[in-house]
């Protein structure tokens, strides 16, 4: 069993990455579970969505506490908040931001992947919403789903434009941190 | 087809494949995205229903029942302070005989105001006469609404059926369910013919005022009705295994129970969560189990005793109140074995997960510890001390 902790402000999209996460999931032939939990219902309040994903259904229905992955819609939210809370030993946290963005230290084996998603999202939808560059960023980073599945959630989500440019955000973001960790691996040897 | 699908958007698919004639709703808060995607479907000509947006939950069970009473199947949904609202006309429809069908996004009650998920709602509703039938994932909500609608429409019967779903953790939670096709729909759920209906042609009153003489018949007959449901409900799903494969006996259903020398009571969503722990705790040796109760009005006090006379220890999980009396699960464990010779040693009761506090396998695992040769009677799990202090 896999888990996600989405971490995001409510209005932000983190029901639709949960919901595209969970879908690209389901085309590999897994059972997810995707849900919200929301605070002060409104928008700008933080929120977490969640993906639960094992080969069997998941039954289990409570919220994510020690998460395998962490993805960090915005990071405005790292400001006295730890988004990082019970990630795993050798968890990994994808965090939308540059590198003014102050990463708390983690642990040996932890991962932190830092991907300009507004940037790209703009760039790229035209609108600095970094959802599914985020997710292309978290393909690259853990390597749990590929690009083809997720351009596919992609296009039974959206249509027209909309659908165009969120495929190469995805595309954008999973380049990024391939040449970040190929760079990353370069350097080590 | 298997397909992945938010628990509300499976409601209004079904919904839709039961091509009820009347949908009413009540659009805003605390409503669901189940009428919002109905609406949709009748607005694109999807649905051929008639869809009566209303000012209020009150009208919304009204348009339905008038609805049902002119003989056509007719479908709401609420939760919440929505459902208390409605509370006058639910008693009125299943009083009336009427086989109308809701969901109940089960959802906290005020005050404070909470708009996350507990049963305080539909549980208060226990005494109106609608047969209550509780899911604990995605794929049950679907099928309980075909199984409801079955069971509510036939002759034998004739009640109203309510649906509840754990409102979030279900309404808002997307996972994989297998969608039926319009076919099998049709093959298991034939068009609704109503035994009596309002017709100007034929004209008959229905409700009228009843006087003492002829009251606790009529109540009387309601009663034994959800008696002679108690035997009916697994027939219809019976019928339902036939058609789509998927067993339930509609009643209860027992989880790693045969050897258990503990065991865990409880409705909807949360039994997945007890689950998952009952395994987690198997896998270390201790011999616990679920007993998931998925009726609960009618209310099966024999299969319950069946299934927990020869179990030591029984711990009941509740997620509502009876202010003021004995948690109203626990207490109708318990009643269920009032008098009989063969019992638990032990009924212990926890009220957990009330107002959307998060249910986790470590709150389900304290309960199992718990469960010692003391009885506990209402026993909050998951409290927080530090909130209940004192100040003025």
């Known amino acids: 069993m896999k888990e996600i902790r989405i971490h995001a402000r409510a209005g932000q999209g983190a029901i639709t990455t949960a919901a595209l996460l969970g879908y690209v999931y389901f085309l590999k032939g897994m059972y997810p579970y995707a849900f919200p939990h929301f605070g002060a219902a409104r928008m700008g309040a933080p929120m977490n969505a969640f993906v639960r994903v094992d080969s069997q259904p998941v039954r289990l229905r409570s919220q994510i506490y020690e998460p395998d992955y962490v993805i960090v819609v915005d990071s405005t939210l790292m400001r006295g908040f730890n988004c990082f809370s ?72 959206f249509s027209g434009r909309a659908q165009e440019g969120n495929i190469q955000a995805a595309k954008q973001g999973f380049e990024y941190i391939s040449e970040a960790i190929s760079y990353g691996a370069r350097r080590a040897t | 087809m298997k397909e992945f699908l938010e628990g509300s958007r499976v409601v209004a698919e079904i919904v839709k494949l039961c091509k009820p004639g009347v949908i009413s709703a009540y659009p805003i808060t605390p409503q669901t995205h189940i009428v919002e995607e109905l609406a949709q479907f009748v607005a694109s000509g999807e649905s051929d229903a008639q869809f009566v947006n209303v000012e209020s939950e009150h009208s919304a069970a009204s348009v339905v029942l008038g609805g049902s009473a002119s003989g056509v199947r007719v479908y709401t949904a609420t939760s919440s302070q929505g459902l208390f609202y409605m509370a006058e006309v639910l008693f009125n429809i299943a009083g009336l005989r009427l086989p109308v069908l809701m969901t109940c996004a089960n959802r906290a009650i005020s005050a404070p105001i909470n708009i ?29 609404h075909l199984i409801g609608y079955r069971i509510a429409e036939d002759k034998s019967m004739m009640l109203p059926v309510m649906i509840c779903m754990d409102g979030f953790t279900l309404t808002h939670g997307i996972e994989t369910a297998d969608m039926p096709s319009q076919e099998l729909v049709n093959k298991f759920l034939p068009a609704y013919k109503p035994l ?22 009529a109540r009387y007959a309601v009663q ?14 019976a019928e339902f295994s036939k058609v789509f494969g998927r067993d339930y006996n509609g009643l209860i259903e027992g989880y790693r129970i045969n050897d258990a020398e503990r065991v865990i009571v409880a409705m909807g969503s949360v039994c997945g969560t007890v689950k998952e722990t009952v395994d987690a705790l198997r896998a270390k040796g201790k011999k616990v189990g679920l007993l998931k109760i998925m009726s609960y009005r009618p209310f099966p006090y024999e299969e319950i005793y069946a299934a927990l006379k020869g179990i030591p220890r029984v711990a009941v999980l509740d997620r509502a109140l009876s202010l003021g009396s004995y948690a109203p699960l626990a207490a109708e464990v318990k009643a269920a074995f009032f008098g009989k010779k063969k019992k638990p040693a032990v009924i212990s009761s926890f009220v957990v997960g009330l107002g959307g506090r998060d249910i986790t396998k470590d709150s389900i695992k304290e309960v199992f510890s718990l469960l010692t040769a003391k009885e506990r009677v209402g026993e909050f799990i998951d409290l927080k001390p530090e909130l209940l202090k004192e100040e003025y």
């Open chain 2, 196 to 217: 009596y209906k309002l017709d100007v042609e034929n004209p008959i009153t229905m409700g009228p005022l009843v006087d003492p003489d002829y009251y606790m018949e």
């Open chain 2, 224 to 237: 034994q009705t959800l008696r002679e449901a108690i035997k009916f409900i697994p027939k219809v799903t």
């Open chain 1, 86 to 157: 019970g990630l795993k030993e050798d968890g990994i946290a994808i965090i939308n931001g540059k590198e003014a963005v102050e990463i708390p230290k983690v642990k040996a084996r932890q991962k932190v992947f830092l991907v300009p998603a507004n940037d790209i999202a703009l760039k790229t939808i035209g609108r600095p919403l970094g959802n599914t560059t985020l997710l292309g960023a978290y393909a690259a980073a853990t390597g749990e789903i590929d690009l083809e599945h997720l351009s596919e959630a992609i296009k039974k989500r």
């Open chain 2, 116 to 144: 996350w998920n507990d049963q305080q709602d539909s549980v208060s509703l226990r005494d109106s006469g609608w047969i209550q039938l509780y899911a604990e994932d995605i794929q049950e909500v679907a099928d309980l």
